[in-house]
């Protein structure tokens, strides 16, 4: 039977084999590398979304024959290097994946070469350094060091070293580190009952996240506020670490292992008892939600986390429809452009940050859905950075038209570091100065709270 021209049905994704030995094998991987590119090939519909396919679409039609087989095999990592395992691709472009029979998973392919890579120790030492959040982030909250370290982010002749020693870009935005953690300075949860909606539970555990507890913890605070307004009892997981992301992405999957023992025992007792668990940033609640379930299916702690997991407006928005959530907005928002990051997306949960944010009287919403090129580490290397604003570029732009007219008055995205991307975007090219704002803050600004 001839092969069928796309797919009707859902995507579906099959396990990672991260622990069989063939996943480790070179020329097993090279050979599906090469039957995967040789599809990509033939279709070219993911062009515009990363810098992957561009590099490889020149590979093929610079080399001698026009063809994948005129590229040499080890030009291949220049395609790996270029994925940061937004998902897009998967989720929303190819019309191959899997239940179609040709089986095409570009992000996990490109995650199986770069678990080659990292253990073959071809990745730079920085780059693990780059991507251990919980190492560098130990440092907020102490005085001194927390007023040295954000000097370096805005020192000239720092950042060129910087740039040098850790490869990041001297150009790059770099996020300040808090002098009060999140953690520490969390108000406790009022004693409200806890209603459970018909598909909410009455009650949270919020899982901080590296990003918030160390960098921006204002974030934290708003969802708190906004819990509290809505009579929502919530307590902070009493132990967590960073959820492995930025390890999954430089292919350390033992670092995502120890993440995984270290975090899904303690979410695991939440989830049992009843706690919605949120995370506000979407990588972290995509890693639970997706990429750990994938690399442990058979685990029952695992399986239930997943289930628990929710984004915060994913939450939010569901509490409004139990009837459960507070519409009191006391204050519009004017003009807003709001993106929606990748990994927003691949969470499958619609536009609820988007639902909640046209609530709001007197406010205009438009709602982006294109990749902002941050992509966790690779916006701020020095080997991804330009490319990560030019990816975005497209996105800086239709956001500084509002529909309404003219600027907007807030910028805005779900992920945090991409948020600060897209202003340095507006700010490169010169597309005005709107205030940028977590969308956990316009909406606590919505609701006139402190």
Not at 100 to 119: C, G, Q, S, Y
Request: hydrophobic share 35%; glycine share 8%.
């Amino acid at each position: 039977m001839a092969a069928r021209e796309g797919s009707l049905e859902a995507p579906t994704r099959h396990p990672i084999a991260w622990r069989e030995p063939d996943f480790y094998d070179e020329e097993q991987a090279f050979t599906e590398l090469h039957r995967i590119f040789e599809i990509c090939h033939g279709c070219r519909r993911c062009v515009s979304l990363c810098g992957s396919f561009p590099t490889l679409f020149d590979l093929v039609d610079e080399g001698a024959t026009g063809e994948l087989d005129g590229v040499a095999r080890q030009d291949y990592w220049k395609v790996v290097d270029q994925c940061y395992l937004c998902d897009l691709c998967y989720m929303t472009k190819c019309p191959y994946v899997p239940p179609h029979e040709w089986n095409v998973d570009f992000p996990h392919t490109m995650l199986r070469a770069k678990a080659i890579k990292f253990k073959s120790g071809a990745v730079p030492r920085r780059d693990s350094l780059l991507a251990s959040t919980d190492v560098h982030g130990q440092l907020a909250g102490i005085p001194i060091v927390v007023q040295a370290a954000n000097a370096v982010n805005h020192t000239k002749p720092a950042r060129a070293v910087l740039e040098k020693v850790m490869g990041v870009d001297r150009n790059a935005w770099l996020p300040d580190l808090a002098t009060r953690r999140f953690r520490s300075g969390a108000r406790q949860s009022d004693d409200f009952p806890a209603k459970d909606g018909a598909k909410t539970q009455g009650k949270v555990a919020i899982f901080s996240t590296c990003y918030i507890n160390y960098n921006e913890p204002g974030i934290g605070h708003d969802l708190l506020k906004l819990l509290q307004h809505n009579e929502i009892p919530y307590v902070l997981v009493n132990k967590e670490r960073c959820c492995g992301m930025p390890k999954l992405e430089i292919g350390d999957l033992e670092a995502v292992d120890k993440a995984k023992q270290a975090n899904i025992p303690v979410l695991a007792r939440y989830a049992n008892d009843g706690y919605a668990i949120l995370a506000a940033v979407p990588s972290c609640a995509l890693m639970f939600k997706q990429e750990i379930p994938l690399m442990y299916p058979g685990d029952g702690d695992v399986q239930a986390v997943r289930d628990a997991m929710w984004d915060p407006f994913e939450y939010l928005a569901q509490r409004q429809r139990d009837g459960l959530l507070k519409t009191d907005f006391k204050q519009p928002l004017g003009k807003v452009s709001y993106h929606v990051p990748c990994h927003g997306r691949v969470q499958n949960i619609g536009r609820k940050t988007e639902e909640l944010l046209k609530m709001v009287p007197d406010t205009s919403v438009q709602t982006i859905e294109r990749c902002s090129g941050h992509a966790g580490t690779y916006g701020v290397k020095k080997a991804g950075h330009e490319m990560a604003m030019k990816i975005g570029k497209p996105l800086f732009k239709r956001m500084a038209e509002h529909p309404q007219g003219g600027a907007p008055d807030y910028i805005s995205s779900d992920c945090p570091l991409g948020g600060h991307h897209i202003a340095q975007g507006f700010e490169r090219n010169g597309l005005g100065e709107p205030r940028l704002a977590h969308p956990l803050t316009l909406l606590r600004m919505a609701y006139g709270l402190d």
